[in-house]
């Protein structure tokens, strides 16, 4: 859903990335930095509460998904080197952030609107692995040579979902938003998984040398 953004936000990083390419940054520089700027904000300030700072410092960086790509299409030198890491760190960064929010629900100090923290723990660990899954099944098809994009909870729904209403959950107090959130992204990711594997089953029959 939130994929049809991704040009009008491309369109407003643009300078700053036609910058970086002038300063002689690399599109792989910039996916490496970007990892470690989302991982490091998620895992030092979630764990410890501070989740709307942590959204804002994850935000500064979480960017640098659209901008690597751009780079990448302007130096006119896109890799499948350059594709493979981007995937690949792009699942390093979803899981830091599921991961953080994991981490805070083990500690004294978590708070629970909704029941009980170790609840929201296997929620967060839900929603790790099954975003991770949604992504290794489009990653599978593709390399059977099928497809497997779409479903309910895409990879920037999820996390557009996520970092909002955490951010908004830490400005507030509402620790409710939080929880919400969890429920739905766990929920929709399994939907999610089963669609893909759905999509994937269609093609598999109607074409059996694909499934072979």
Do not use: H
């Amino acid at each position: 859903m939130l994929e049809r953004f991704r040009g009008f936000w491309t369109n407003v990083w643009s300078p700053v990335a036609n910058l970086l390419l002038r300063l002689g940054v690399t599109p792989n520089q910039v996916t490496v930095v970007g990892t470690i700027g989302v991982s490091a904000g998620a895992l030092w300030f979630f764990p410890r509460g501070q989740f709307f700072v942590g959204v804002l410092v994850i935000t500064a960086f979480v960017f640098s998904d659209m901008m690597d790509g751009y780079m990448a299409r302007k130096l006119g030198t896109p890799s499948k080197w350059g594709a493979f890491l981007d995937s690949t760190l792009d699942r390093v960064g979803d899981a830091a952030v599921f991961g953080g929010i994991l981490i805070y629900y083990t500690t004294s100090d978590a708070e629970a609107d909704l029941g009980d923290p170790d609840l929201y723990l296997y929620l967060s660990l839900a929603c790790l692995v099954l975003g991770n899954l949604t992504s290794y099944a489009r990653a599978r098809a593709e390399s059977l040579g099928m497809t497997a994009k779409g479903g309910i909870a895409e990879r920037s729904d999820r996390l557009v979902a996520i970092l909002v209403m955490t951010g908004l959950a830490g400005l507030f107090d509402l620790p409710v938003l939080r929880e919400l959130t969890l429920w739905v992204l766990a929920i929709a990711s399994l939907i999610t998984v089963l669609q893909r594997m759905r999509i994937v089953y269609k093609q598999a029959v109607a074409s059996p040398e694909l499934g072979a």
